[in-house]
């Protein structure tokens, strides 16, 4: 059986944040008759697909809608795209960045 503790540094999140999203209905995780926390393959699973889209920048508000309506798939599909756009544009970012970290680094290397 694993705890709260081992799962969270499974998943990289915070205890709290687990206790967050079971309250929020978001994951249900059984318990055994003392009320303790017994994580099967399902909450797991579903604390993975969680911890996946808030990584990406996915509003919990939109997790929740993907969550409670799983087999509505024109509405996960839209929501995935909006969140594909904003993550597209955040790498887009990114690069334009990069380049102007390495252009700096070549500029200050040459003057070194």
Same mark, same amino acid.
């Given at each position: 059986?694993?705890? %709260?503790?081992?799962?969270? /540094?499974?998943?990289?999140?915070?205890?709290?944040? =687990?206790?967050? !999203?079971?309250?929020? +209905? @978001?994951?249900?995780?059984?318990?055994?008759?003392?009320? %303790?926390?017994?994580?099967? /393959?399902?909450?797991?699973?579903?604390?993975?697909? =969680?911890?996946? !889209?808030?990584?990406? +920048? @996915?509003?919990?508000?939109?997790?929740?809608?993907?969550?409670?309506?799983?087999?509505?798939?024109?509405?996960?599909?839209?929501?995935?795209?909006?969140?594909?756009?904003?993550?597209?544009?955040?790498?887009?970012?990114?690069?334009?960045?990069?380049?102007?970290?390495?252009?700096?680094?070549?500029?200050?290397?040459?003057?070194?």
């Amino acid at each position: 059986m694993s705890t %709260i503790k081992e799962i969270s /540094e499974l998943l990289g999140i915070s205890a709290p944040t =687990i206790r967050f !999203y079971e309250k929020e +209905g @978001m994951v249900e995780i059984p318990r055994n008759e003392r009320g %303790i926390r017994q994580f099967d /393959e399902r909450s797991i699973d579903r604390l993975k697909a =969680i911890v996946h !889209y808030r990584r990406v +920048g @996915m509003p919990l508000e939109d997790i929740q809608k993907i969550l409670a309506e799983f087999h509505n798939h024109a509405l996960s599909s839209d929501l995935l795209k909006k969140t594909q756009a904003q993550l597209e544009a955040q790498i887009a970012a990114l690069q334009e960045t990069h380049a102007y970290l390495v252009k700096k680094i070549e500029i200050h290397q040459q003057l070194a």
